[in-house]
């Protein structure tokens, strides 16, 4: 378990993050966060290339399920429904517990998974800490100046991700 906030891998957004990719990991179970990562926070159903990058997903053998803060049950059940796949609700995170939650109840261990989210200090935090690989992305929109502050002091730590992912992919 590292307490470590700096993601293992940094993308630009969710549907930059290939079957081909997930599957060099040996990931076969991926959680995903949903509010700036899946949908905005305004959205009540996926976008339409969001639910391709999940049937691709889905098409190449990767259990999917929606790890969320979020307790906005109407909300997050219509997206996972839509999108034909699990979810878990109020996942505390940074604390990992939602996602070792989530990892039980699909049978699977830290090695077969992996995270993707919007956010440093929870998204990626929560999956260091549950052992598993942290993807972050950048969040699908800024239009709170709030959060667009909170993810500015995020840079750093998403740049030491992607200096991470050139060393490994070039």
Same mark, same amino acid.
């Given at each position: 378990?590292?307490?470590?906030?700096?993601?293992?891998?940094?993308?630009? $957004?969710?549907?930059?993050?290939?079957?081909?990719?997930?599957?060099?990991?040996?990931?076969?179970?991926? %959680?995903?966060?949903?509010?700036?990562?899946?949908? @905005?926070?305004? /959205?009540?159903? *996926? =976008?339409? =290339?969001?639910?391709?990058?999940?049937?691709? %997903?889905?098409?190449?053998?990767? /259990?999917?399920?929606?790890? =969320?803060?979020? @307790?906005?049950? $109407? +909300?997050?059940? !219509?997206?996972?429904?839509?999108? $034909?796949? /699990?979810?878990?609700?109020?996942?505390?995170? *940074?604390?990992?517990? $939602?996602?070792? +939650?989530?990892?039980? =109840?699909?049978?699977? #261990?830290?090695?077969?998974?992996?995270?993707?989210?919007?956010?440093?200090? @929870?998204?990626?935090?929560?999956?260091?800490?549950?052992?598993?690989? #942290?993807?972050?992305?950048? *969040?699908?929109?800024?239009?709170? *100046?709030?959060? !667009?502050?909170?993810?500015?002091? /995020?840079?750093?730590?998403?740049?030491?991700?992607?200096?991470? %992912?050139?060393?490994?992919?070039?």
């Amino acid at each position: 378990m590292s307490y470590s906030p700096i993601p293992n891998y940094s993308f630009r $957004g969710i549907i930059d993050v290939s079957t081909e990719f997930i599957k060099s990991l040996g990931v076969r179970f991926l %959680m995903l966060d949903l509010d700036n990562t899946v949908a @905005t926070y305004s /959205e009540h159903t *996926p =976008s339409d =290339s969001i639910a391709q990058w999940v049937s691709s %997903m889905k098409d190449c053998g990767v /259990e999917l399920c929606i790890v =969320s803060n979020s @307790t906005r049950k $109407g +909300r997050v059940d !219509a997206i996972a429904e839509n999108l $034909g796949i /699990e979810f878990i609700m109020g996942a505390s995170k *940074p604390s990992p517990k $939602g996602i070792l +939650r989530a990892m039980n =109840s699909a049978g699977v #261990s830290a090695a077969d998974s992996a995270f993707i989210g919007d956010q440093i200090f @929870t998204d990626a935090l929560a999956a260091n800490r549950a052992g598993i690989v #942290s993807i972050v992305v950048r *969040p699908r929109s800024l239009a709170n *100046p709030i959060l !667009a502050l909170r993810y500015a002091t /995020e840079a750093p730590f998403r740049a030491i991700g992607r200096k991470k %992912m050139k060393k490994v992919y070039g």
